[in-house]
């Protein structure tokens, strides 16, 4: 144990270990699985794959629909193991002792975790009133911090607060910092998001996106990168060679060619999430956070944890956040299909107040 590094024996692992439950909506899953007939044409496809032969040294059969997709050249798209695999090659390619990432606070935990295992400082800036971005708070921390990497979540698990691609750009403009935009939930906001601004735009701006949430794909790891492409080149020598199986490469693009699927599904989510938000405001003693996201943050004051308690006893399970700064009082739900929706707030009346 002496080996291992002071700071990482500190660290308190992310961790996430719940039973199976009837209702899940904490890990902002799709709650829709593929349709059997597209898993079937997708295996019937992966049996004439080469299980004996490694994969391309760098994912390319993706890297060009998807640069198709955004507008941008092959050279701009990085495909790897998940998004968080792409976050830690970003941090791995610009921090390092002394070295700066600014987050939001609060925002996705595992940030703050990379920033350090990376050697570097993670430095957050709160959020403003109703957990919406304050984007001259951001602008003053780069002035003042003078970071290497200014990292936004948009929108920010787990509050669905939104920083437009307006502020974006400014950040950009104000900075040197590789600014990176973690566009998780970005097909369930409005518009198309700060990965519009790369074609053409400031050569400092790297997008992060996944197959996990729109994509119903969770279980595939599957991410990717939108940069210019000189940076895309740096941050590739910070990735694992052969890092994506062609077997999720190949289920990746059968997602890609069922698009109209997902953007229909996307538009449901959307419409469900303003269901839920109405149903949930309309309960008294609640507040509810506005959300570009396909999850809802609610804050129940003291008893936030009694409430996760006796809602998981019912066969729901969500997610108890209230024991991270800033969120005191807070549980996060994911907006699932109308039946969990109904089920939760049948629940939910069941135990509240």
């Known amino acids: 144990m002496r080996a291992i590094r002071r700071d990482v024996l500190a660290l308190q692992a992310y961790h996430l270990e719940e039973p199976p439950s009837p209702v899940k909506i904490n890990q902002n899953e799709a709650p829709w699985d593929w349709p059997r007939e597209m898993k079937e044409r997708t295996l019937a496809q992966l049996a004439s794959l080469p299980f004996h032969r490694y994969p391309p040294y760098r994912e390319s059969a993706l890297t060009a629909p998807l640069a198709r997709r955004f507008g941008l050249s092959p050279g701009s798209v990085l495909v ?33 975790q990379l920033a350090l295992l990376c050697h570097g400082r993670a430095v957050g800036v709160p959020l403003g009133g109703d957990y919406r971005y304050d984007p001259e708070a951001l602008l003053e ?13 948009s929108p920010n698990n787990p509050t669905g607060s939104v920083l437009s691609p307006r502020e974006v750009l400014r950040l950009c403009e104000a900075t040197e910092a590789l600014v990176v935009v973690d566009e998780a939930y970005g097909e369930f906001a409005e518009g198309e998001g700060a990965a519009a601004l790369l074609r053409g735009g400031p050569n400092n701006l790297a997008v992060l996106r996944t197959f996990s949430k729109a994509w119903g794909a969770a279980a595939l790891r599957l991410g990717y990168l939108l940069a210019s492409p000189p940076v895309a080149k740096e941050v590739a020598k910070a990735l694992l060679p052969y890092g994506v199986s062609p077997l999720t490469a190949a289920l990746g693009g059968a997602a890609l060619r069922e698009e109209g699927l997902f953007r229909e599904r996307v538009l449901r989510i959307r419409a469900l999430r303003e269901d839920l938000h109405r149903n949930l405001a309309a309960i008294p003693g609640l507040r509810v956070f506005p959300s570009a996201g396909n999850f809802l943050l609610v804050k129940l004051g003291p008893r936030a944890r009694e409430v996760y308690r006796r809602l998981k006893e019912r066969g729901v399970l969500v997610r108890d956040v209230s024991s991270s700064p800033g969120l005191e009082g807070c549980l996060r739900f994911t907006v699932g299909s109308a039946e969990e929706n109904a089920a939760l707030l049948s629940a939910l009346r069941e135990v509240w107040p």
């Open 80 to 112: 790897a193991n998940g998004s968080n695999q792409l976050l830690q090659a970003l941090f791995l390619a610009c921090l390092g002792p002394r070295r700066k990432a600014l987050i939001p606070e609060p925002t996705f935990s595992l940030y703050r």
């Open 141 to 153: 921390a780069v002035r003042r911090e003078r970071p290497r990497v200014v990292l936004v979540c």
